[in-house]
């Protein structure tokens, strides 16, 4: 009878307590590894097939801001006046280096959102016409979604552009190691664009871009997820949150033909 007792009692526990460590680990993880769960491509792809279809035309000119300016709005329910701060640090470091412009939004039918109800670091690519969201967890500032890198990466994908490592051309310089890759990720490494669609500015590869994703992302087993083919080549040169690269920085000012501006 006791013997029974206790078997029910580790039974119970065990019924008990395994969802809740899993999803205390889950969470854990959300939050201290915000870098590589940030993902812009899958919010694109829940749009309707037809956004799609024109967000995959990176060269498409309507995924470019008109006269250069990003208006923007800070929905303050999520934030503080120094995540507001950060933010618009985040701004001006890329106003620095390029002819860009990010406006506090009056009447403009497109502007950009940032909201913090979210566990994650998300941006869409390019402008979507509207409302568009950089959605960026509430986190103390220099930490997760909020460390000056991580804001800025997700206003390049804003600007316009994919990650780094998918594409067309990253099968020449990066090889994925799709085993070691966690299976619900599998898409952030997929190759969806055609090279007809992307461009590149003739820059080549970028190991050092903010946009690109560091050797060990979305690991299911800790072993690395994409490794560079050059031996010379240091694989910890990807994944930097630190600024722009000089390849980020001549890709945005192409892109918004910066150098066609007079004064900069
Ligand atoms: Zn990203």
Redesign the pocket.
Known sequence: MLKTILVLIFVLCGVYLAPVNFKEMGDENLISDVDVI???IKEDLSESPTRVKRFNAKKHPYLRWPNKTVPYWINMTFYTSEHVQQIEKAMREIENVTCLKFVGRTYQHDYVTFTGNTKR???QVGRNGGQQYIRLMPTTVETNCFRLGSIM??LV?TLGFY?THIGTNRDDHIKILWENIDPSRQNDFKVFLKSDEVDDFGLGYDFDSI?QYHSKAFSANGKPTIVVKDPNIKPNRMGQRKSLSRGDVLRIRKFYDCDDEPNI
Do not use: A, K, T
């Open positions: 940030e993902d812009s670091c998300v941006s990466h997700e994908h990650h946009l």
